[in-house]
Structure formats: structure tokens, C-alpha cells
């Protein structure tokens, strides 16, 4: 199972630790996302961060979404079908989902790619970004919510 990750806020005035943790998730700017892997030291590290982003399961026609319309290659050029055939053994995008939410594959294990995405700001904006999404918020673990966020931000 793969997560998605969107970090939210700013870093001023913030823990030394939760800074490194951003940086080492590769979630150095505001509305950077990327993919995780489900595991517990990932599980570890986004609790704490849990103030700072928000998360959950991305679906596959959400992923596939996001990779070809917001996946880059170093250059920022548009990650194609071709670019993911010949640094990969999947045929197109659709595949390459597949694999990714199945952990089969990382998508940071692409040659050339860049391991975020770049988001525009959610339509609509946001609630606020300082209580938790279960409080009416936007932070912390959203589960499966995370792709309706994702729809508005792409």
C-alpha cells in the first residue's frame, strides 16, 4: 500500500526534529507531495510530522492522475509512457500505478525522475491548517480522503 503525502505548513520557528524528518520524507516546500510506502518506520516518521502535512491510501486512477499530469523528469520535462518504458520493465502509466499502490515498485526507483510533485494550491482552499482532519481540519491522517484533496490540488 502506498501513501500520499502533502505538506501543508510552513517551517518557522519549528522543531529541529520535525525539520530533519520533513527534509528526509523530501517534503521541502509547502504543497510538495510524495508517494510512502507503508511500513513502521515511515508509519514512525509521519506521526511526526503529523502537524506539518497530511496523508493517507491514494487509489489508482488518483496516482495515475498525478504521474501524468504532475511527474517530471530532471529538466522538468513531462514523465511520458516512453520515458517509463525504457527506464522500467511497465509498458504506460497505467501499469506502473498498479505496481506502485501493489509495492511492487517504487516510483523514486524511475532513472531520471524527480521523487515529488509539485501541487498548486487546493481549489477552494483549505480548512485549517492547524487542526488535526478529524477536528475539521486539514492535517494529519486523512485515509482514503486523500484523493479528493489530491483532485482539487492537480
Request: glycine content about 6%; some cysteine; aromatic content about 6%.
Amino acid at each position: 500500500m502506498a501513501y500520499a503525502a502533502v505538506r501543508l505548513r510552513g517551517l518557522v520557528n519549528v522543531n529541529p526534529d520535525i525539520r530533519k524528518t520533513l527534509e528526509l520524507l523530501n517534503l521541502t516546500r509547502v504543497n510538495h507531495c510524495v508517494l510512502i510506502q507503508k511500513n513502521p518506520t515511515t508509519d514512525g516518521m509521519l506521526q511526526v510530522v503529523k502537524d506539518f502535512i497530511t496523508w493517507g491510501e491514494i487509489d489508482k486512477k488518483t496516482l495515475k492522475n498525478l504521474i501524468e499530469k504532475r511527474g517530471r523528469m530532471i529538466g522538468d520535462k513531462k514523465l511520458t509512457d516512453a520515458d517509463i518504458k525504457n527506464s522500467t520493465s511497465y509498458d504506460n502509466v497505467d501499469k506502473l500505478s498498479d505496481a506502485i499502490i501493489s509495492d511492487k515498485f517504487k516510483y523514486k526507483d524511475i532513472s531520471n525522475v524527480k521523487p515529488i510533485f509539485r501541487l498548486s494550491p487546493a481549489k477552494n482552499g483549505l480548512k485549517s491548517i492547524k487542526r488535526p482532519y478529524n477536528k475539521k481540519g486539514s492535517v494529519g491522517y486523512r485515509g482514503n480522503d486523500i484523493n479528493k484533496l489530491l483532485e482539487k490540488m492537480i
